[in-house]
């Protein structure tokens, strides 16, 4: 055969560069060998240890939730799938994969000719490559030398698997895009149910995300994904996989009944995950990472973390807590909706009359309210149906307007949106059982408030000082001090007249009245009794802050902070109220027990490296007895404070001894609720994001939170057995004191008497001071009045007993002495009508009634 010279050079050339190819594949193979001998085992090739999520679960063994990065996967096998999915892969990918033995000679050489051209490849590997490279090659490399080990490790797969093993493998190994691996966790997550059930149209779906991942996500790019699965479907049947009836009821089955254009075209497996405990999942993904930092991989090692959580609880306060956000947010819109309609009618027309009049156009305001209604119009009602048309239509343009309109009403609605979080531990082991961080959790709304929020506190805060001053033994529960305007001086010489709620004062109150009232004067009262520094210790103990430096920049030393204005999250006011029923023993919150690999071997147990640390420590924050009197001076709360009616309207409530507090803080931006049961503590908190916002008049802590608070503790301590709270069997003593003083009571004590808790040695040594005063001045009076009337009673002609005026007296009655005086010459008798009227009580009649017959009551007969 001869060649002409042109075509002579054109044959060496490619002689010359398969030649190179040959040996460039040996060598290549050569190092792969050498270089691989020690990554597999070549006997157990065919054995698969894929990546595996981490399971989350609760305290009863229930799944909460899975954890995984860049890979969320379920195994399936091959046996279960339908046919259509593999006949769907087969036409796609690789036509002749039951044919060949691995790779594809012609696909191969032109992969590495546009490698060396410099131009861009795709496709030419077979399945058995893709899944060689997706195991033992960076897929990122675009190099000859990739491509040679894919295709070494193709020959090794091809030898030691069967044709349905590779393709078992490959189902569950290839990424379908979202964050899915594997063909099961893909058609969950596309198409919600198990790969099993796909249907034709389905299944092609699936396969076209193999290619590249995203680029034809039905979810982002429906229109173009369409129209490949359409191509796809067509394939098969020329293939005589499926009939033309066949592919077009399943197209339109697909399109028409089961595709859902609502969804989020940002979810990924991670977000689309099913999670029955968002805030606490988040919560526990923080602790791992930092336990296992450069250790382990939580997210593709299959770990079982087994923590505190109840998941019963928390479904039942995350019920509670959504009924509670939909009530808040409508009260706090029809506020803003009153207020704007009084701006609108009364002073909108006002100042656009004045910007007419000088001519003002900055101050005009109508204009400005049409934009904003036309804006708020556009978000709520154009907005939504602009996203959908942009999925159905595949309009990118529209969906990045819709979606950056969806930004800004975004903005909007975190500045005017109540949030609320809550969190529950057991007292004594400080098991974290519930842990609400706010509103939905999405990706727009991570921030754990029940744990990262710096919330103002409010009268929370004042029982972590009262518990200094019961210490303190200056107070006791029946100290009686003083409720009314007064005004307290600051170090630095500032002045602080605090008020109570509405602007009412009671008096002369006992310390045990003030703290479950929460009267605002006593309580700064009895901070200025113990100072500062003993304040401040105390809560700093009980919050758990330890850092000095932190101390002094959290509690200012001035007044307010009496009434709870500094800021602190949740779980540190609940570790603080947690410590009250565990008889002073500081609580710290855990939330993961232990954490078990694959293979059932322990690795972490956090709760052990716990208690080991605790027995180590001095946790006894406060005496045993002064921790239940202040158990005691909470459970008052839900007796005859804030929490009072609880016990009254909620179901159960009163079953166990409850003890709590509320809190409010300026403007009702806050409102809070934190308590205890003998078993377990409960804090939640309801408010905004944006400080400045108000949640409504007369939104406190009594009137807001209190209702979930007290729901949700009635029923998570519905199945214990009854339990009263833990008392120390020494350090305390019982009183009977007077309601007023707080004394030894007396006889004259005619306000009442009850039995009062204080620590041994601090009980009351004097009789009531307040009644003894009146019952001298009583006496003072009746001899004075006795003296004078002596001195009338001369000369008087005659008398006549009249009706005893006390006769018909009682309690209930109306007691007028004037009908029975016949004759003016009584009313000239000095201090007669004053000591009847200012002296007489009603409860003690018989005595009075003794004393004035003695002398009678007499008229002059002329």
Not at 131 to 137: E, S, T
Not at 273 to 297: N, V
């Amino acid at each position: 055969m001869n060649f002409s010279g042109n075509r002579k050079l054109i044959l060496i050339i490619f002689i010359s560069f398969l030649a190179l190819i040959t040996v460039g594949v040996g060598v290549s193979t050569g190092l792969m060998v050498a270089t691989n001998h020690n990554i597999k085992n070549m006997e157990n090739f065919g054995e698969d240890n894929p990546f595996l999520p981490s399971q989350i679960l609760d305290i009863n063994g229930n799944l909460i939730t899975e954890f995984f990065s860049d890979e969320k996967r379920e195994i399936v096998s091959i046996n279960d799938l339908p046919e259509s999915l593999i006949y769907a892969l087969i036409t796609r990918e690789d036509g002749t994969f039951f044919k060949h033995n691995g790779f594809s000679l012609y696909g191969t050489l032109r992969a590495v000719v546009k490698i060396i051209t410099g131009q861009y490849f795709s496709g030419g590997s077979t399945l058995t490559q893709q899944l060689a490279g997706h195991l033992y090659a960076d897929r990122s490399d675009i190099s000859v030398t990739r491509k040679l080990k894919e295709l070494w490790w193709s020959f090794q797969l091809e030898r030691q698997l069967t044709k349905y093993e590779i393709l078992e493998m490959y189902i569950n190994k290839m990424p379908f895009g979202h964050n899915t691996y594997g063909v099961e966790t893909a058609s969950k997550f596309f198409f919600r149910h198990s790969a099993v059930d796909n249907t034709v149209a389905e299944s092609v779906m699936l396969v076209i995300q193999l290619v590249r991942p995203g680029l034809y996500s039905p979810i982002r790019y429906p229109e173009r994904a369409r129209k490949v699965q359409s191509s796809i479907v067509n394939q098969m049947v020329k293939n005589g996989f499926i009939t033309q009836n066949e592919a077009d009821l399943t197209m339109a089955d697909y399109w028409n009944n089961r595709y859902d254009w609502s969804r989020d075209n940002l979810t990924t497996a991670f977000f689309d995950r099913e999670d029955l405990a968002p805030w606490f999942s988040e919560y526990i993904r923080g602790e791992l990472d930092e336990m296992l930092y450069g250790k382990q991989d939580i997210y593709r090692d299959g770990y079982s973390v087994y923590t505190t959580l109840n998941l019963d609880y928390q479904q039942k306060a995350d019920e509670l807590i959504n009924e509670g956000l939909v009530k808040w947010n409508k009260t706090y819109q029809a506020n803003i909706g009153n207020r704007m309609d009084v701006v609108d009618d009364q002073y909108v027309p006002v100042i656009d009359l004045l910007s007419l009049v000088f001519n003002i156009d900055d101050i005009r305001i109508a204009g400005s309210q049409e934009k904003i209604r036309a804006k708020d119009e556009f978000y709520e009602q154009i907005n939504p149906t602009m996203d959908i048309m942009s999925l159905m239509f595949g309009l990118d343009e529209l969906n990045t307007i819709a979606q950056f309109s969806y930004n800004n009403s975004l903005k909007k609605t975190q500045q005017s949106t109540v949030e609320s979080a809550l969190i529950t531990l057991e007292n004594e082991t400080g098991y974290i059982l519930a842990m609400i961080g706010g509103s939905e959790f999405s990706r727009t709304n991570q921030f754990n408030r029940a744990v990262n929020g710096e919330l103002m506190p409010g009268s929370v805060f004042k029982p972590l000082y009262y518990s200094a001053a019961i210490s303190s033994r200056k107070f006791t529960p029946a100290t009686r001090i003083y409720d009314g305007p007064k005004v307290f001086r600051n170090p630095d010489g500032s002045s602080y007249a605090p008020m109570n709620y509405k602007g009412e004062w009671e008096g002369s109150v006992l310390l045990r009245q003030a703290l479950a009232k929460s009267m605002n004067v006593p309580s700064i009262t009895v901070l200025e009794g113990i100072g500062f520094e003993a304040a401040i210790s105390r809560a700093s103990r009980l919050l758990g802050f330890s850092d000095p430096v932190e101390i002094g920049r959290r509690f200012p030393r001035v007044f307010p902070l009496g009434l709870g204005v500094i800021t602190v999250p949740p779980i540190r006011v609940a570790r603080a109220f947690a410590t009250f029923p565990n008889l002073g023993k500081a609580v710290e919150p855990i939330a993961i027990r232990y954490v078990e690999d694959r293979n059932g071997d322990i690795i972490l147990n956090p709760e052990r490296d716990l208690r080991d640390k605790q027995e180590n420590e001095d946790l006894q924050i406060m005496d045993p007895a002064e921790a239940y009197i202040m158990v005691d001076l909470l459970h008052s709360t839900t007796q005859i404070g804030t929490l009072r009616h609880l016990p009254r309207y909620v179901d159960g409530f009163d079953r166990l001894p409850m003890g709590g507090k509320t809190g409010t803080t300026q403007n009702w931006a806050d409102a809070w609720t934190a308590g205890f049961s003998p078993y377990y503590t409960t804090v939640m908190w309801v408010g905004f994001d944006q400080r400045g916002s108000s949640l409504g008049v007369n939104q406190t802590g009594a009137t807001a939170a209190s209702w979930v608070w007290g729901n949700y503790m009635s029923y998570i301590n519905s199945e214990m057995p009854y339990k009263e709270f833990n008392r120390p069997s020494s350090g305390l003593v019982e009183r009977e004191v007077c309601d007023v003083s707080g004394e030894i009571p007396t006889d004259s004590c005619s306000d009442g008497t009850h039995i009062e808790l204080f620590l041994a040695g601090t009980e009351p040594k004097k009789y009531c001071s307040i009644h003894k005063f009146e019952e001298s001045r009583t006496e003072t009076m009746n001899q004075k009045f006795m003296n004078d009337f002596s001195t009338q009673m001369i000369n008087v002609p005659s008398v006549e007993l009249l009706e005893d005026p006390f006769s018909t007296a009682s309690s209930s009655s109306s007691l007028s002495l004037n009908r029975y005086i016949k004759s003016p010459g009584i009313e000239t008798i000095p201090g007669l009508h004053k000591f009847l009227y200012l002296q007489i009580n009603l409860s003690e009649i018989p005595y009075f009634v003794e004393r004035i017959t003695f002398f009678t009551v007499f008229t002059n007969k002329s």
